[in-house]
């Protein structure tokens, strides 16, 4: 089976730029949620969508956004790109949103961003 | 927010058991401890979850003492390929209402597996 997918693999930007990555999830998976990691630290949680709506939200500014499509992969959007936006942004999917159990996260490789 | 505290690094032989600590002092009754393991320029991969007592899989065993405060990471005889960042999480509380699923990740420690 295949896991979660990302692409581009690598992307380099300009500040101002905007840029979109993308993310497809395990098959059979209705819940994405976006990561953001810069070097050294632990991956940051952007937003997670189930069943094509947004369902939270980081501490993350408004250039930040993101939607999930009808086949359940998702887009993950960053306008007037930053220096402090260069990182490793990571997808995860998972089977479902709620539950009384902790519901298993399957990440991506990620997209490592650089903004020159 | 439950906020998990971990050792920055550790070293370790080859072939050694490994016991990584984390402590999650604001624990809530809800919440699962789960382990990832990242290496270099890759998504953190599913490692261990548990709530309480003790949980074993086939690659660590996870173990939570009564009061939930923390919990501890066993990796029986390490290898070299067992050289990665592990991180401790705890889950978010789910509302019945249909909240969502934030997983927090600290900055984890850095396992380094000697030859």
């Known amino acids: 089976d295949a896991g979660v997918t990302q692409s581009p693999t690598h992307l380099i930007k300009t500040r101002g730029q905007h840029v979109t990555l993308r993310c497809s999830p395990i098959?059979?998976?209705?819940?994405v949620s976006w990561y953001q990691q810069v070097l050294g630290q632990g991956p940051q949680f952007i937003f997670q969508?189930?069943?094509?709506?947004?369902?939270g939200r980081g501490n993350f500014p408004d250039r930040f956004s993101a939607r999930q499509f009808p086949n359940y992969s998702s887009e993950l959007n960053v306008n007037a790109l930053l220096l402090g936006d260069s990182a490793l942004y990571l997808c995860?999917?998972?089977?479902?949103?709620?539950?009384?159990?902790?519901?298993?996260?399957?990440f991506g490789p990620g997209t490592r961003l650089t903004v020159l | 927010l439950a906020k998990t505290t971990q050792p920055i690094s550790m070293d370790s032989y080859e072939g050694q058991e490994v016991n990584i600590t984390c402590s999650h002092n604001?624990?809530?009754?809800?919440?699962?401890i789960t382990w990832y393991q990242q290496f270099p320029s890759q998504g953190p991969r599913f490692i261990i979850q548990?709530?309480?007592t003790k949980v074993t899989n086939e690659v660590a065993s996870l173990f939570i003492p009564a009061d939930r405060k923390s919990s501890t990471l066993s990796l029986p005889r390490v290898s070299l390929s067992d050289t990665a960042v592990y991180y401790c999480?705890?889950?978010?509380?789910?509302?019945?209402?249909?909240?969502?699923?934030?997983?927090?990740f600290g900055t984890g420690t850095k396992l380094q597996v000697i030859p």
């Open positions: 995860a999917s998972s089977l479902r949103l709620g539950g009384s159990s902790y519901n298993e996260q399957f």
């Open positions: 969508y189930y069943e094509k709506e947004e369902r």
């Open positions: 604001n624990i809530a009754t809800n919440d699962y």
């Open positions: 999480l705890v889950g978010e509380p789910l509302p019945n209402s249909g909240g969502y699923q934030k997983v927090t």
């Open positions: 098959s059979g998976h209705k819940s």
């Open positions: 548990g709530y309480k």
